[in-house]
């Protein structure tokens, strides 16, 4: 490459960077279209590193992590960039086709189908606020809220509202979900490293990185395809939905199996071994999730 002059520091430079102060070698007095194409590939990484990224994440199971470790690391995404884009598609894509309905109706829908009488019944108690009033057979109301403790009628003023609009608490839990699964991910590593001490946390971090990255992105895939048959069937819909159906169920599969595939690769352990700390890896990883979904709830009730 010809020599030529930095012109942030004055400095001579060959390479793409200049040796003394760092500029790169790219000029933004140009066209916009270029600028916003340049800026582009700088977010995302749109190059031969995203290929490669992606063929070694989605065909290689535990290749990138194992490349991590081996300390190569400048042909790939980084780790925590691409969990990020990929768990801002599959969130987004959860967010577009979740199809909230309850196994409930809201409360206000139910007194509304109730009996004239009975909607009477439960209003008046309502509105007399004792300390409990059966307001019909079975339906014991509580609204002494002044003897009750805060926390109590938090709760329950929280409890009311998730019964009138369980739509709503629905779609605030799941856009509050991708930081709980965030907040999990160094426990979950932790939980690794017990299992695999002799590796370093940040090895095991990046595999869990990694990881979910997959999960994320095979999981896009199974909220896009049809989980069952219509309840109409016929021929034409068979046809149209049989692929996707088996093609969903088939997903999930794979996800299990590279889980173990990955970790047979990144961790080197026999399959016996490996098939052992699977089994402890999924428990530990159920019971990290678990705890996410109710630190999710938590931060919902707190942030009120």
Known sequence: MID?????????????FCAACGQNRKNYVQSSWKIVG????DAFDLD???????????????????EFSRNRRASYVPPARLYLIVSIVFFTTLTLTSDFEPGLVS?????????????KR?????????????????????TGDEAAD??????????????????????????????????????????????YWRRFYAEHLVFA????????AIGTLILLLPDQMPAQRSSVLEILYGPGVF?????????????LMALRRMYEQSWAWTGVKFVVANIGHIVFLSLGVAATAVVMFLMR
């Open 247 to 259: 093609l969903n169920g088939a997903l999930k599969l794979v996800g299990a199996l590279y889980y």
């Open 48 to 66: 031969s590193r995203l290929v490669k990224t992606v063929r070694g994440l989605l065909f290689s199971p535990g290749h990138l992590s194992l």
């Open 4 to 16: 030529y002059i930095c012109p942030n520091c004055g400095a001579v430079r060959s390479g793409y």
């Open 38 to 41: 340049d800026l582009i590939i």
């Open 107 to 119: 409360m206000d829908d139910a007194i509304q189908e109730l009996p004239v009488e009975d909607q």
């Open 209 to 216: 990185l990694h990881l979910h990255a997959f999960l994320f």
């Open 150 to 195: 805060p926390w109590e009628r938090a709760l329950r003023e929280w409890g009311r509202e998730m019964l009138q609009d369980p739509g709503g608490a629905y779609a605030e839990f799941l856009s509050k979900l991708p930081i709980a699964m965030f907040v999990m991910l160094p426990f979950y590593t932790l939980w690794l490293k017990l299992l």
């Open 122 to 142: 439960i209003e008046d108690a309502i509105e007399s606020a004792p300390e409990s009033d059966e307001a019909m057979p079975g339906i014991v109301i509580r």
